[in-house]
């Protein structure tokens, strides 16, 4: 049978409200059978985040860990912000049980939210993010993250149709966000409203999600760990919350799922002070190093800039582009990179036959990395003895730490055993770029220590420590701690690291 794409509807198959204009029509392939005519249907792109299949593969978790992810997304852009405006974070989270909804609400003392990126995050057909296409050793950036936040309630909604309700304070506005399903047209309605508030210092965002749907695993314990060890890879936090270990405050109310299920809540707030003010570490609105990038990752960066400017946005000239690379501030180091590519003036330039010329965009890095030196690896950020000595206040704490550079581009990583009677077993804290990982990082790769004596070989960080000197039934806290611009990860969860030639 043959097949023709025409514009009109077949009398057969009427198209839902759905379909658009192209159907197709069967066309006689010489004997009478019916035959079924199929129609064309166009699924909106934007329930990639509506479903839990889809908002599993958008997190990198499954629903169980949903409102840990919340909390991270959250705690990361809250630092970040800070970070961005050279302000010592003072973050506050608190966790709130009110019957029918559970509510997650981190506020932050940076320079807050845009209304206008609020409403570019609210459309759900595109990416929003200040981080996305740079390469640096940022938290995340995946650059959707708070698309996830927004319609994680949603998807968890037992409401009947579901809904989903978000809040953010920020520079005199409140926008509260309610975030529903056309179930016809499978398109998102967004309910975006604006009230003018009082004007506060920061960022306040408060997410409801449904008490009876939340996932069981969704413990206290999980949030103070996680809690904690924000406070462990971020010396320079302060960090408030209503929450305390099991058995050392008030619980309230009894769990809607269970016995396992306990959140406890406490009258004085539990308080992580800061160790350090101005702590040095690399900012996420610092310079990037043109020795980070690889050809296609500038011709990434280069792409959204142009992207940008076909939107309304100014077409950047090379040598503005330019100038936003470390060690390429100076004008005579502008001059020697741009004289080399005398036929590019502006970044649209780059542009031939719609897409950026990879050859030319290589010329640039050559260029540029001619020009630059590598970053030392003490710039991104050393959390130091002190502050683990000062978390575990009392334990005595054994702390190495590596540095170096691996082809141009600088790391740290920072191991520290801290013996703790109070555990049942050992504990390990991962961290990435001064955020936690919820699991071994490393996980994926064979580890190799070598002593005088003998070596040890283990898959991944725990793999390793079980075949060192760790049994499980230790008592010791292991913190390990990463920091490198290039991170590439397995998984969009941003939790297992990709170990190539890297
Ligand atoms: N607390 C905050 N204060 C100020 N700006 C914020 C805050 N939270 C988010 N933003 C802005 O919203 C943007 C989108 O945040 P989102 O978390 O979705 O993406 P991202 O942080 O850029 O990348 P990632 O997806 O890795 O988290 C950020 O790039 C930032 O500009
Ligand atoms: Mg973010």
Redesign the pocket.
Same mark, same amino acid.
């Given at each position: 049978m043959a097949l023709k794409l025409t514009g009109n509807y077949s009398k057969h198959n009427k198209p839902t409200p759905t379909a658009k204009v192209s159907q197709v029509e069967s066309v006689k392939d010489g004997t009478d059978n019916k035959v079924l005519h199929r129609s064309m249907f166009e699924t909106s792109r934007m329930l990639e985040y509506f479903t839990e299949r889809e908002l599993s593969y958008q997190t990198g978790h499954s629903r169980e860990a949903w409102p840990r992810v919340i909390l991270k997304?959250l705690m &990361? %852009? #809250?630092l970040?912000?800070c970070e961005n405006a050279s302000v010592d974070p003072e973050i506050k989270v608190e966790l709130r049980d009110e019957g029918q909804f559970f509510s997650i609400v981190v506020e &932050?003392n $940076?320079? $807050? !939210?845009q209304p206008e990126?609020v409403t570019k !995050?609210l459309d759900f057909r595109t990416k929003?993010? &200040?981080?996305?296409a740079y390469v640096s050793p940022t938290r /995340? #950036?995946? /650059? %959707? #993250?708070?698309?996830t936040v927004f319609t994680i309630p949603y998807v968890l909604s037992a409401s009947t149709p579901k809904e989903g309700t978000c809040e953010i304070e920020s520079q005199g506005i409140r926008h509260t966000i309610k975030v529903r399903l056309d179930m016809i047209k499978q398109e998102p309605r967004i309910e975006h409203k604006r009230v003018e508030i009082v004007k506060n210092q920061g960022?306040r965002v408060s997410v409801w999600l449904d008490n009876t749907t939340i996932p069981h695993s969704f413990a206290s314990e999980q949030f103070l760990q996680i809690l904690s060890d924000y406070h462990l890879f971020n010396p320079h936090l302060a960090l408030t919350t209503n929450l305390r270990k099991r058995g050392t405050g008030k619980c309230i109310g009894a769990s809607p799922l269970g016995a396992n299920y306990e959140l406890i809540y406490i009258d004085n707030e539990g308080y992580y002070k800061a160790t350090v003010s101005n702590w040095h570490k690399w900012k996420p609105n610092d310079f990037t190093s043109p020795l980070w990038y690889s050809t296609d990752d500038l011709k990434k960066l280069i792409a959204s800039h142009v992207a940008l400017a076909q939107d309304g946005g100014r077409d950047l000239t090379l040598r503005e582009f330019v100038a936003q690379f470390r060690g390429l501030t100076s004008t005579a180091k502008q001059k020697a990179v741009i004289s080399r590519l005398p036929r590019i003036k502006r970044l649209s330039d780059f542009v031939s036959n719609g897409d950026v010329d990879s050859a030319l965009i290589s010329v640039l890095l050559e260029n540029m990395r001619s020009q630059t030196r590598p970053v030392p690896p003490q710039n991104l950020g050393i959390i130091g003895e002190e502050h683990f000595v000062k978390c575990f206040e009392g334990r005595k704490v054994k702390y190495t730490r590596k540095m170096g550079g691996k082809d141009n581009i600088p790391f740290i990583v920072e191991v520290a055993y801290i013996p703790d009677e109070d555990l049942e077993e050992v504990k390990f804290h991962f961290g990435l770029n001064f955020a936690p990982v919820s699991s071994d990082p490393l996980q994926s790769c064979s580890l190799l220590h070598e002593t005088r004596k003998e070596n040890f070989e283990g898959s991944g960080i725990k793999g390793l420590a079980s075949r060192y000197k760790v049994d499980c039934k230790d008592k010791i806290h292991i913190v390990c701690h990463m920091t490198y611009p290039r991170f590439r990860f397995k998984d969009r969860g941003k939790t297992i690291l990709e170990v190539g030639n890297e």
């Open positions: 997304e &990361d %852009n #809250a970040d912000a &932050d $940076g320079p $807050g !939210i990126v !995050i929003t993010s &200040d981080k996305e /995340g #950036a995946q /650059g %959707n #993250a708070l698309k960022c």
